[in-house]
């Protein structure tokens, strides 16, 4: 078993209680992938076909404005994330916006095909696929609530919270439009937290 499927194997008998069987069975769908900095997991307009997990790298997704240009950052994932365009996956539409690694990036992947595959066969698997939707569901809700309910600090300070090490390995201007905020006012920010 390569070091790639034991991060895996241990991700996901803490994510949905798969059992050693559950897991072997889906050995021969799980593929590895590396993505260079500046490459991407999915385009814009593209339909998504894989979910993965990040062993190595930061991603983004943000949306690019095909009138001003301009690019807007939705979220982030490191580290032991799955990683999918969600609504795309399941509905077999174009995704909306991309997903680009931050830094030289690496990833086990499976297919839709064979995901659905494993939901036919395992109902363990099926449970997982319950978990993925309520795992996504819940950062898209909190994403909105973030905006309605807290200040750009408290934004801040939650995303330190989801991704510790995140802002000394990605630019600001990143971070700076995740938060909806100028880079001067996350250097305001910055200052404050750390005094």
């Known amino acids: 078993m390569s070091e790639h499927h034991e991060i895996l194997r241990q991700h996901l ?44 790298g930061i991603f983004r997704i ?17 580290e032991n994330q799955f990683i999918v365009s969600f609504r795309s996956f399941i509905t077999r539409y174009p995704c909306v916006y991309f997903i680009e690694a931050l830094e030289d990036s690496e990833i086990i992947y499976i297919t839709y095909r064979d995901l659905n595959s494993l939901y036919d066969t395992h109902p363990n698997w099926s449970k997982f696929g319950r978990l993925l939707a309520e795992l996504f569901f819940n950062h898209s ?39 909806g905020i100028t880079n001067p006012s996350l250097s305001r920010i910055r200052k404050r937290i750390n005094r």
């Open 62 to 78: 943000y949306y690019n404005d095909p009138i001003t240009d301009e690019e807007k950052n939705i979220f982030f994932f490191s």
């Open 141 to 179: 809700q909190a994403r909105t609530e973030d905006f309605l309910f807290y200040s750009h600090e408290e934004r801040y300070i939650k995303l330190l919270e989801e991704h510790p090490n995140i802002v000394n390995r990605i630019p600001s201007y990143h971070i700076s439009s995740y938060l």
């Open 13 to 56: 008998i803490n994510f949905a209680a798969l059992t050693p069987k559950d897991i072997t069975d889906s050995w021969a769908y799980w593929k590895n992938r590396k993505i260079g900095k500046g490459d991407f997991f999915n385009m814009q307009n593209v339909v998504c076909n894989d979910l993965g997990l990040v062993v190595k």
